[in-house]
């Protein structure tokens, strides 16, 4: 059964409607060969019930996503085995459930394995971080040798001025330096007996680098007079206190007046050392 068409595929009407050509050849006008109405019907039915079936589907997809994340193939078979572990857990002596606990034994051992694990990290761990810190001490230990080591090898004062050979007077005064980073730039300082930084004599208010400093430290120490060469404290020794006292008291003035306490601490106790009387 067919619309009856033209030699240009357009459809023939008959009385405002179009044609069809049934199987033996007959054909009918304004007839229609089905009920529309109903056809209509039975497809809205239909659709309505395939979506029906659609959400109904996406609710048991969804509801039973968790068995088929199990990997779950056979849901009768499945549910069979389930019930019957059920049953046997609800069916245990009390000598079952004792005897269970060999699980909590598994545990048990399964968590000192890890444990030990953990401690053979952390020891390799602690090793690695020993060897890193030793490479840094060594590190350190070469750039003190650079610095400090240095200046004491370096220095005129050491070598014009006292009988002390560098490596004598480093091992007697070099702990009484440091190294520290200043802008960038890594400097040697030493330190008085308080634990302060010694201030210069020659640029006051600031530090005495490490050349300055063992002159310093030098002209401190309680036994200078066996240090120093016999020409370096003769007879113009006293003179030469004098003068560095009036230095000093020219700092530790100037110091006072800037306000830098550091440096007024410093300088105090070098006038003492100096010789100095009068009161501060």
Not at 3 to 14: I, L, R, S, T
């Given at each position: 059964?067919?619309?009856?068409?033209?030699?240009?595929?357009?459809?023939?009407?008959?009385?405002?409607?179009?044609?069809?050509?049934y199987e033996d050849g007959e054909n009918k006008g304004s007839e229609a060969p089905v009920d529309f109405g109903?056809?209509?019907?039975?497809?809205?039915?239909?659709?309505?019930?395939?979506i029906t079936r659609k959400n109904k589907l996406k609710e048991l997809g969804e509801k039973y996503k968790a068995i088929d994340d199990l990997g779950v193939e056979d849901?009768?078979?499945w549910i069979v085995k389930a019930n019957g572990a059920m049953e046997k857990?609800?069916?245990?002596?009390?000598?079952?459930?004792?005897?269970?606990?060999?699980?909590?034994?598994?545990?048990?051992?399964a968590a000192e394995v890890w444990q030990a694990k953990l401690n053979n990290t952390a020891k390799s761990y602690e090793e690695k971080l020993a060897e890193k810190e030793k490479a840094i001490m060594g590190k350190d230990g070469a750039i003190r040798n650079l610095i400090i080591r240095g200046a004491f090898d370096?220095?005129?004062?050491?070598?014009?001025?006292?009988?002390?050979?560098?490596?004598?007077?480093?091992?007697d005064m070099g702990g009484r330096f440091v190294v520290e980073e200043v802008n960038g730039e890594l400097k040697g300082f030493a330190l008085d007996a308080e634990g302060n930084k010694l201030m210069s004599a020659k640029n006051p208010a600031e530090y005495a680098d490490p050349d300055e400093a063992i002159e310093l430290l030098v002209l401190s120490h309680p036994q200078k007079d066996r240090i120093l060469k016999a020409d370096?404290?003769?007879?113009?020794?006293?003179?030469?206190?004098?003068?560095?006292?009036?230095?000093?008291?020219?700092?530790?003035?100037d110091a006072k007046a800037k306000g830098q306490h550091a440096a007024m601490v410093s300088l105090k106790r070098r006038l003492h050392e100096s010789g100095f009387k009068?009161?501060?």
């Open positions: 059964m067919a619309w009856k068409v033209d030699e240009n595929g357009g459809f023939v009407a008959q009385d405002g409607a179009p044609i069809w050509i109903k056809t209509l019907k039975s497809i809205n039915d239909i659709k309505s019930e395939s849901l009768s078979e857990v609800a069916n245990l002596t009390d000598k079952e459930i004792l005897d269970a606990g060999g699980i909590e034994k598994i545990k048990t051992q370096r220095s005129e004062f050491l070598r014009d001025r006292t009988v002390l050979p560098s490596n004598f007077a480093y091992a370096a404290s003769g007879g113009g020794a006293q003179n030469t206190n004098a003068g560095k006292a009036s230095d000093l008291l020219a700092q530790y003035n009068g009161v501060l």
